[in-house]
């Protein structure tokens, strides 16, 4: 046992940006994925609207913490042997992937059907009529709950923990098994993770009312 110094406070800052690169690399590679099944449960054929339903069904309806067991333990069962990070990053990915997929999904089909209309009017082929119409206008509507949703990807990144992921919840188990300072350790833990959070929470919230307004 040790005294808890100045020295821990840095080590659980720049363990907060472990954090931050984990939940970008989830926000990136889940709008990517969250996009396309976006438009795969936007779209007319049945045999791209029934897997991307189940794909949301399976990792919105199941915890983070079991997805993350699945593939950090499931991976060496199938002899992938994949470290925290790539584990965490994965699981971080698909989760992000279907509730931004459903998220974007109600922003796509709030647009107004005469939208598509006067593109079809046009002769846009589908990829033009997505690409020019559909998604410029979905971007705008979109923009306040992704902000918001980010807040739950930060908050997630303290699941991988559990699996040895070093990020700011991990560190401070390590530091509070040193020190023995729960209190200390993880009211300092806490207080970073609102520091990341509500910045993003409030300018969700202002996005939401400038939308508001915009729309009157």
């Avoid at 020295?7 to 990517?32: F, M, P, Q, Y």
């Avoid at 915890?63 to 470290?83: C, E, K, S, T, Y």
């Avoid at 980010?150 to 390590?174: C, H, N, P, Y």
Wanted: hydrophobic share 55%; glycine share 6%.
């Amino acid at each position: 046992m040790r005294e808890f110094t100045y020295i821990d406070v840095i080590l659980l800052v720049e363990a907060a940006r472990w954090t931050l690169a984990l939940a970008a690399i989830a926000l990136v590679g889940g709008s990517i994925g969250g996009l396309i099944i976006a438009l795969m449960r936007t779209a007319t054929s049945a045999w791209l609207v029934r897997p991307a339903q189940a794909f949301i069904v399976v990792f919105q309806g199941t915890p983070l913490l079991m997805q993350l067991f699945l593939i950090f333990f499931g991976a060496p069962v199938m002899g992938l042997h994949i470290n925290p990070w790539i584990a965490a990053s994965i699981a971080l990915i698909l989760n992000t992937s279907a509730f931004l997929g459903d998220i974007w999904r109600g922003c796509i089909q709030a647009i107004p059907k005469g939208q598509t209309e006067a593109a079809l009017a046009l002769n846009l082929s589908t990829f033009h009529r997505i690409k020019e119409v559909i998604l410029p206008q979905a971007f705008k509507v979109a923009v306040p709950p992704t902000v918001g949703f980010m807040v739950q990807i930060i908050k997630g990144t303290s699941l991988t923990a559990i699996i040895g992921f070093t990020e700011l919840t991990r560190t401070g188990q390590i530091i509070n098994n040193a020190t023995f300072e729960p209190v200390l350790v993880f009211s300092l833990v806490a207080a970073l993770y609102f520091c990341m959070c509500w910045p993003l929470s409030r300018l969700a919230t202002h996005m939401e009312r400038r939308l508001a307004r915009s729309a009157r």
